[in-house]
């Protein structure tokens, strides 16, 4: 959505480009053709412009969207995220090594019997 003052770029071109259509028609009555083709052209480059801003504004938002996005240091690229990732990784191949959820959580302190997967406790 395009800000205030591309809002009243596009308002201000859209209202001149329909001064000018009027005043392009009263040249055309009137027979005077160069004057009318003259408004008509200059008519038609307020509408294309009016029409093209807001596609020129939101290319712009998208590359200055991208370039932040550029400029943010990745989650994965940070010392701490690695060191997490470690973490992570031992626990998943701890908890895969246990017998049961609880011989896991409380470290082969307990062992609950209806969940074991047939493994030795630790």
Same mark, same amino acid.
């Given at each position: 959505?395009? =800000?205030?003052?591309?809002?009243?770029?596009?308002?201000? =071109?859209? %209202? &001149?480009?329909?001064?000018? @259509? +009027? #005043?392009?028609?009263?040249?055309?009555?009137? %027979?005077? $053709?160069?004057?009318?083709? &003259?408004? #008509?052209?200059? +008519?038609?480059?307020?509408?294309? =412009?009016?029409?093209?801003?807001?596609?020129?504004? %939101?290319?712009?938002?998208? &590359?200055?969207? %991208?370039?932040?996005?550029?400029?943010?240091?990745?989650?994965? /690229? #940070?010392?701490?995220? #690695?060191?997490?990732?470690? *973490?992570? +990784?031992? /626990?998943?191949?701890?908890?895969?090594?246990? !017998? !049961?959820?609880?011989? $896991?959580?409380?470290? @082969?302190? *307990?062992?609950?019997? &209806?969940? !074991?997967?047939?493994?030795?406790?630790?």
């Amino acid at each position: 959505m395009p =800000n205030r003052p591309i809002r009243l770029l596009q308002a201000s =071109n859209i %209202a &001149a480009a329909l001064l000018l @259509g +009027t #005043t392009a028609i009263q040249h055309a009555q009137a %027979a005077l $053709w160069p004057q009318a083709v &003259a408004a #008509t052209l200059i +008519t038609a480059l307020l509408i294309e =412009n009016a029409m093209g801003e807001a596609e020129r504004a %939101a290319a712009r938002r998208r &590359a200055s969207v %991208a370039a932040e996005r550029r400029a943010r240091p990745r989650p994965s /690229a #940070t010392p701490c995220a #690695t060191a997490i990732g470690d *973490e992570l +990784t031992l /626990a998943r191949q701890d908890l895969a090594e246990a !017998c !049961c959820v609880d011989s $896991w959580v409380t470290r @082969g302190a *307990e062992h609950d019997a &209806a969940l !074991c997967r047939g493994r030795e406790r630790p």
